[in-house]
Each structure stands twice: as C-alpha cells, then as structure tokens.
C-alpha cells in the first residue's frame, strides 16, 4: 500500500483565490512528520510546511496552512490568496518514528498546481 | 548561508563510465541522504547516512554506493552507469529528525 497518496489530476486556481492541494497518509506508527515540498520548473526542491503527529494545532507558514486531520490521516496543503509564483508541483511527504533509524521521508507522486492570471 | 551543494548540475554520460555526484553541506548536520526523482514515482531514497562512516541502503540502491568520510560530504558513486540510471537525483541533509534541506539537483543522463 502507498504510504503517501496525492491523488489529484493537475490542479488549477485563480490568482488570488485559495486552492487546496490532497494528501493522504498511511502508517501505524503512532509518532510522525508530514511535510510540504515546492518543485518550480527549475527543479529544486523548497521546504513550505511541517505537522509532527502529536501538534495540537495545524501548521501555519505565511499563505501556507496544513489542514491535519489525524483520524482521516489527512494532511491537505492549503494556499491561501494564490500568486502566480506558486505554480509548480508540490510533493507531500512523511517522516516515521521520532528517533527513527532512518529519517527517510517517503513522497507521494506531487501535484501540479498552475495559478491563472 | 545554510545551503545544500551539488556537483555536477548537469551530466551526460555513456554507459560504463564511472562517476561521482558530490554533495555538501555547511550546517553541521548528522543526516544526509540521496534520493532520486523519475516521473511519476515521486522521489525515492537511494542511500542515507546517520553520520560519519554511518551509511546504509535506502529503497533503491542498487547501481550505487556513497561514502561518508567526513561530516559535511555525501559523494554518490556511480560505478557502472546503466541507462536507466537516467534521473534527476538530490542530495538532502538535516539534523537527524528535523526538516530536511535539499540540494539544487543533479541532472544525470547516461548514454
């Protein structure tokens, strides 16, 4: 079974709207990271967002937002006032154990986001 | 500035012919690792390292082997390049459970 799943056909969004990027997750360990990655076209990969299992609250980064919801192992990106900088692809990814042997994150497929103006 | 290094950005090469990726980073950190990115697969971790002379298999590592001598350097071998080693590969590096930073990526195309 694929532990990170992201699902969405190439997402689109008007600038200055709101877009909502999917991710879903599977693990039994009850201790782990998911977190954001940005792809632009020139391929390097940008660090957005970080949700450890135990927060409280969900993540918040500027226009960044991760909608966590730990009982439908969800953990959606959300982009608020959309620029059109933020077209690119975006992974999520997942990090299991806290003082794991291997901090290995594990991706999911990405989602290509383009923003209209 | 806190940064990931790669070297070289962009390769093309013929089959057969021994290379190496180099990777560095200046923040100290005790993590490194490679993954490689092919469409539609997402990135995969190739080989990773906990710290100096600590290194082990990722999920994809056959074709490779790194080295981990000093701190700051995680040199990827390719010692027999095939064609579908063809990839665009990254170098990642973090404290051992913090976020982790990447390099710009390698472009590697073998021939």
Same mark, same amino acid.
């Given at each position: 079974?694929?532990?990170?799943?992201?699902?969405?056909?190439?997402?689109?969004?008007?600038?200055?709207?709101?877009?909502?990027?999917?991710?879903?997750?599977?693990?039994?360990?009850?201790? !782990?990271? =998911?977190?954001?990655? *940005?792809?632009?076209? &020139?391929?390097?990969?940008?660090?957005?967002?970080? @949700?450890?299992?135990?927060?409280?609250?969900?993540?918040?980064?500027?226009? !960044?937002? =991760?909608?966590?919801? *730990?009982?439908?192992? &969800?953990?959606?990106?959300?982009?608020?006032?959309? @620029?059109?900088?933020?077209?690119?692809?975006?992974?999520?990814?997942?990090?299991?154990?806290?003082?794991?042997?291997?901090?290995?994150?594990?991706?999911?497929?990405?989602?290509?986001?383009?923003?209209?103006? | 500035?806190?940064?990931?290094?790669?070297?070289?950005?962009?390769?093309?090469?013929?089959?057969?012919?021994?290379?190496?990726?180099?990777?560095?980073?200046?923040?100290?950190?005790?993590?490194?690792?490679?993954?490689?990115?092919?469409?539609?697969?997402?990135?995969?971790?190739?080989?990773?390292?906990?710290?100096?002379?600590?290194?082990?298999?990722?999920?994809?590592?056959?074709?490779?082997?790194?080295?981990?001598?000093?701190?700051?350097?995680?040199?990827?071998?390719?010692?027999?390049?095939?064609?579908?080693?063809?990839?665009?590969?990254?170098?990642?590096?973090?404290?051992?459970?913090?976020?982790?930073?990447?390099?710009?990526?390698?472009?590697?195309?073998?021939?």
């Amino acid at each position: 079974a694929q532990k990170i799943t992201q699902t969405q056909p190439g997402m689109f969004v008007q600038e200055k709207e709101a877009v909502t990027l999917d991710c879903t997750y599977d693990t039994s360990d009850p201790s !782990y990271g =998911l977190f954001w990655y *940005k792809q632009p076209s &020139s391929g390097e990969m940008i660090f957005l967002i970080y @949700q450890g299992s135990y927060d409280q609250q969900n993540a918040t980064e500027g226009r !960044y937002s =991760l909608n966590f919801q *730990k009982a439908r192992k &969800s953990a959606n990106l959300v982009i608020s006032a959309s @620029q059109l900088g933020d077209s690119a692809m975006y992974f999520c990814a997942m990090r299991e154990g806290v003082n794991g042997a291997n901090s290995k994150l594990t991706f999911g497929k990405g989602i290509t986001l383009s923003v209209r103006p | 500035e806190a940064q990931v290094t790669q070297n070289p950005r962009y390769l093309i090469t013929v089959t057969g012919k021994k290379l190496t990726v180099t990777c560095s980073q200046n923040m100290n950190h005790e993590y490194m690792s490679w993954y490689r990115q092919d469409p539609g697969l997402g990135l995969r971790q190739i080989y990773y390292s906990m710290n100096v002379e600590v290194t082990d298999k990722g999920d994809v590592p056959e074709g490779y082997k790194v080295s981990r001598k000093e701190k700051r350097n995680f040199p990827l071998i390719l010692e027999s390049p095939s064609p579908n080693q063809t990839s665009l590969y990254f170098c990642a590096s973090s404290r051992l459970t913090d976020t982790q930073y990447f390099g710009p990526g390698t472009r590697l195309t073998v021939l």
